[in-house]
């Protein structure tokens, strides 16, 4: 039994990890940013902390959307996913901002054993603005990638990317671009509390092999008032060749035949 966390343990996708190190997990607890390493012999142990790292939210705290008083599960604190590449971890989750959930991204530096936060940023995209459920990759060149969503009272829930390139200032995020808006809000699968729905769980994002500069992201949209859509999309920096057009074939689902 593995026991001295209190949070959910998110693992790291190793892009060039080598046979000699460990796997690593991230933690988000109690406003705490924990890394945690597993060996070849399967022990699990804390390999830093990073103290009072974000402000939590509520864990039932639900996003705005348009048109409705119902709201969306933002799912939040609990990190969403984690990539770790040439020595820079990197991973995301919601987080409170003067009351609103907002993504934010931490790259930690794992070149020597003593872990260190080289900066954490957030997805502010102003005043009411809720940004959440985020996912986070990095590539070859050492920008970073970030699909979320997007909603608020003026605001049906849209999928969002945004990103920073190795050279921008630290703890900077660009503008975010709309991938894919809905164009109603959504009353689908219920959530955790009372006028309150299901959305996400999760996200996704990658890099792809063919070139290690091409993001592909996933995430959810509103097909309808009760049903929900995914959406897949590339992108890259600009100064990188236009990426190739989408392979996929993208369908609603009501939300009857699924389960949460």
Do not use: C
């Not at 990317?161 to 808006?181: C, F, H, M, N, S």
């Amino acid at each position: 039994m593995v026991t001295g966390f209190t949070g959910t343990l998110q693992p790291a996708l190793s892009v060039n990890r080598s046979a000699a190190d460990p796997q690593l997990f991230v933690e988000a607890s109690a406003g705490s940013v924990n890394v945690w390493e597993m060996d070849d012999s399967n022990s699990l142990t804390i390999a830093q902390t990073f103290p009072s790292a974000y402000n939590p939210l509520p864990g039932n705290f639900g996003v705005p959307q348009q048109g409705t008083s119902s709201t969306l599960d933002s799912v939040p604190n609990r990190m969403m996913n984690a990539v770790w590449r040439d020595d820079s971890l990197w991973a995301t989750h919601t987080v409170n901002v003067g009351g609103a959930a907002n993504a934010r991204w931490y790259e930690i530096d794992t070149t020597n054993s003593n872990y260190t936060l080289t900066q954490t940023g957030n997805v502010d995209a102003g005043p009411g603005i809720h940004t959440f459920m985020p996912g986070v990759s990095v590539d070859s060149e050492g920008n970073m990638g970030i699909v979320y969503s997007q909603s608020s009272t003026t605001q049906f829930p849209a999928m969002m990317y945004a990103g920073r390139q190795i050279a921008d200032p630290l703890g900077t995020t660009r503008e975010g671009t709309v991938v894919k808006a809905s164009t109603t809000f959504y009353e689908g699968i219920p959530g955790r509390s009372p006028n309150q729905y299901r959305w996400g769980d999760y996200p996704g994002i990658a890099i792809d092999p063919a070139d290690s500069k091409t993001f592909w992201g996933l995430h959810e949209y509103s097909a309808s008032n009760s049903a929900w859509g995914t959406w897949w999309s590339s992108f890259r920096f600009a100064n990188d060749p236009p990426p190739p057009p989408p392979r996929l074939h993208l369908h609603p689902f009501p939300h009857p035949a699924l389960t949460p």
